[in-house]
């Protein structure tokens, strides 16, 4: 059973590329991205409560400032048209 609480390397090579070429996000290195991925996600998954992300994944107010940004910027809605035929993701 696959653990939903982090990106397994399937998810991730499938994701990275899709974010890499949007004009909006900063890569720098893709650890530090899919470190950032997994703080979103965990924050998603768990309604949206940033306060309460644990400190393995960074300062809280650091990964929100992040993604707040990306939202008008489509980041987040072309991420999802594009994982869209992956149920698992």
Not at 52 to 57: G, H, S, V
């Amino acid at each position: 059973m696959a653990n939903r609480l982090v990106l397994s390397d399937d998810e991730w090579y499938f994701i990275f590329p899709i974010l890499a070429t949007h004009q909006h996000i900063y890569v720098g290195s893709e650890q530090a991205l899919r470190g950032f991925m997994s703080a979103v996600l965990w924050g998603l998954r768990n309604g949206g409560q940033w306060r309460t992300l644990p400190a393995e994944y960074g300062k809280w107010n650091s990964i929100f400032k992040r993604f707040f940004p990306l939202v008008p910027e489509s980041v987040w809605a072309n991420l999802h048209r594009a994982c869209i035929d992956q149920p698992d993701l």
